[in-house]
C-alpha cells in the first residue's frame, strides 16, 4: 500500500498565492504553487497531483488534514455527478474542474484510492512535511507572481522536489512507553 500525506495552503485567502504538496511515507515528494487561489483550491490541488504521481493497481491511501478535499474526492463526488455536477440544493458545485480532475484520475487509477483524515499541526511527521512543503511553494509563488513570472491566467506549477527521510528517534510520552490518551480523534478513515 502506497501511503501519501497531502497539504494546501493559500497565504492569504481568497486570493492569495497557494501552494500545494504530497509527501509519500516511503520518501518521495511533490509541490506547486500557483499565484492566484483558495485554500480550498490548494488542498484539492495536492490531492490530484498526489493521485497522478502514483498510477498503478497498488492501494493508493491518501492522509490530509482537510475534511473539506476527502469529502469532495470520497463522499460527495458521485452525487455531483449523477446530479450534472450540481449540489442536493441545485447551486454549481465549487472548484469543480478541480474535481473532475480528481474523479477522472480517480477512474482512470487501476487501484483504489482511499482517504484518511488527520488532525493538522500536532506533530504528525508527513502531515507537517506536507504543510511546510505546501508553504513553501505558495510563498516561492507570490515571489513569482511579484516579479511577473509567473502568469494568473492558468495555475503553473512551481515544483520543489526532495525526499523525505522518517523520523530517527520518537520523541514525547509514546517514545519512553508511556500511554497516552488522546483529548480528541487524531484520524478518520473513510472506506
Known amino acids: 500500500m502506497i501511503i501519501v500525506s497531502t497539504d494546501g495552503s493559500c497565504l492569504r485567502n481568497p486570493g492569495g498565492a497557494i ?47 482537510s475534511l473539506y478535499a476527502i469529502k469532495c474526492a470520497s463522499e460527495w463526488i458521485s452525487g455531483w455527478r449523477m446530479n450534472g455536477w450540481r449540489t442536493s440544493t441545485g447551486a454549481p458545485v465549487k472548484n469543480v474542474e478541480i474535481i473532475k480532475d480528481i474523479d477522472r484520475a480517480i477512474a482512470g487509477r ?27 511553494a505558495a510563498r516561492e509563488a507570490a515571489a513569482s507572481a511579484a516579479v511577473g513570472e509567473a502568469s494568473t491566467v492558468e495555475m503553473p506549477a512551481v515544483t520543489l522536489t526532495e525526499t523525505v527521510t522518517p523520523l530517527e528517534k520518537t520523541t514525547g510520552p509514546r517514545a519512553s512507553g508511556k500511554a497516552v490518551a488522546p483529548s480528541a480523534p487524531q484520524s478518520l478513515t473513510l472506506f
Open 19 to 65: 501552494g500545494w504538496a504530497w509527501v509519500n511515507h516511503q520518501g518521495s515528494s511533490h509541490s506547486g504553487g500557483a499565484p492566484t487561489g483558495t485554500n480550498q483550491i490548494a488542498e484539492l490541488r495536492a490531492v490530484h497531483e498526489a493521485i497522478i504521481a502514483h498510477p498503478g493497481p497498488e492501494p493508493l491511501f491518501i492522509e490530509s488534514d
Open 110 to 136: 487501476p487501484g483504489p484510492v482511499r482517504f484518511r483524515w488527520v488532525r493538522g499541526h500536532v506533530g504528525n511527521y508527513f502531515n507537517e512535511k506536507a504543510d511546510a512543503l505546501a508553504g513553501e
